[in-house]
């Protein structure tokens, strides 16, 4: 199959296109499925910011378009209608709940924050270089634990902070990833840190997933519709 869960909208105020043009260049590429995940958004402390996200304003929106095209397009291509989300342990119940109530297909873990969304906290450059990967193991493994989610995005988004990999990263890597073997929750291939050539996929860390056996999904990342 042809399936990509990991798309984008302008919403996320880092992305571009239209709603429908992602769709039907899905559709043009013979893809069979496409689910949309853009930054999920969360009720906010005064100290955090929505720069890369959807406003919750916003959702009520981003659902009914999604669920437009899913309607329009149902003989074409099969649409589901998601999030990409951080486990922010203080708000977890939040989020269950709004997926619950807002009728969400999936949520994907895209770990982004360590516990508050500020950009020292953000893995991807974060500012404690010394903590980064074990902070990042014991969230990820936390949030995993939950069920909440579809499966692990770009497992190893860490590295964007090393762009080295080091002997010592292998221990907490083997950790995250035996427990996604053993909770049967695939990993992601991203496939949009490969073209920016953003330190991930890591060749180190995913032939540790191939050691270990994961399942694994291959992931757009896509913020434009091309």
Not at 3 to 28: P, Q
Not at 39 to 50: A, F, Q, R, T, V
Request: aromatic share 14%; with cysteine; charged share 30%.
């Amino acid at each position: 199959m042809l399936c990509n869960y990991h798309t984008h909208t302008v919403r996320c105020k880092h992305a571009s296109g239209k709603d429908e043009e992602y769709v039907l260049e899905a559709i043009k590429n013979g893809f069979d499925c496409l689910g949309f995940s853009d930054h999920s958004p969360w009720p906010l402390y005064e100290d955090e910011n929505s720069r890369i996200r959807m406003e919750l304003s916003e959702f009520d929106e981003y659902y009914q378009s999604i669920y437009s095209l899913k309607e329009k397009y149902k003989d074409q291509i099969k649409i589901y209608i998601g999030l990409e989300c951080e486990f922010l342990e203080d708000r977890m119940d939040w989020l269950l709940n709004f997926k619950k109530e807002k009728k969400l297909d999936y949520i994907l873990f895209g770990h982004h924050f360590d516990s508050r969304i500020r950009n020292e906290l953000y893995f991807g450059h974060y500012k404690n270089q010394e903590n980064c990967l074990e902070r990042y193991k014991e969230t990820v493994i936390k949030g995993l634990s939950t069920g909440a989610y579809l499966y692990l995005a770009h497992p190893d988004l860490f590295m964007k902070t090393y762009r080295e990999w080091k002997k010592e990263f292998e221990k907490p890597c083997l950790e995250i990833l035996k427990v996604c073997k053993e909770l049967d929750i695939p990993i992601e291939y991203n496939l949009a840190g490969l073209i920016t050539r953003s330190g991930y996929p890591c060749d180190e860390f995913w032939k540790l997933a191939g050691q270990v056996g994961n399942k694994a999904v291959i992931g757009l990342d896509a913020h434009a519709p091309e």
